[in-house]
């Protein structure tokens, strides 16, 4: 089992604001191990634990598959043998998938967040159409982004911001 802290707690440290939550992703563990130390199970699609001394959130890593519509219609690979790197493919923005290894004390930067966020690029990980069109929360989560930074959307994210998977 290794616990990275990760997304806005880093982000936010490294642009040098005091980070309102800490997140943490869980790799190569299960949920009756996760209860076994002591953590309350909290999520009901995919497994997510409150840690009871510290009030933070745990999720198992995870990779999510769309098979409905909106943001709830996901199905979720949750076994202790998904990757940090699979993990990493499921996030947002770059600069929302950066891990801090706690045992190396070392950020964990796998798609290029670290030079997003001193570029003040806004970019997504992987293909931002099919990122915004799966999970319109993420258009919200992006622009809120864009608000309080005054960043720069990438091609990509800006033609994905402008489409309608409805049409």
Do not use: C
């Not at 191990?33 to 009030?55: A, H, L, W, Y």
């Not at 043998?81 to 929302?96: G, S």
């Not at 999970?135 to 309608?164: H, V």
Request: zero cysteines.
């Amino acid at each position: 089992m290794k616990t990275y802290l990760v997304g806005g707690a880093i982000r936010d440290n490294l642009l040098g604001l005091k980070p309102k939550e800490r997140d943490w992703v869980v790799v190569g563990s299960s949920p009756d191990e996760m209860k076994s130390r002591g953590f309350k199970q909290v999520g009901k699609d995919f497994p997510v634990f409150i840690d009871p001394e510290s009030g933070e959130e745990y999720a198992l890593a995870r990779t999510e598959r769309k098979s409905g519509h909106g943001y709830t219609g996901f199905n979720f690979d949750y076994n202790s043998t998904v990757t940090l790197e699979e993990d990493l493919k499921r996030r947002d923005l770059t600069i929302n998938a950066l891990f801090y290894d706690i045992d190396k004390k070392e950020i964990v930067d796998l798609v290029g967040g670290i030079a997003d966020l001193k570029k003040k690029n806004i970019r997504t990980v992987g293909n931002a159409s099919e990122r915004f069109d799966e999970d319109p929360l993420r258009k919200l989560r992006a622009l809120r982004f864009q608000a309080s930074t005054g960043g720069k959307f990438d091609r990509q994210l800006y033609d994905a911001l402008q489409s309608d998977p409805s049409l």
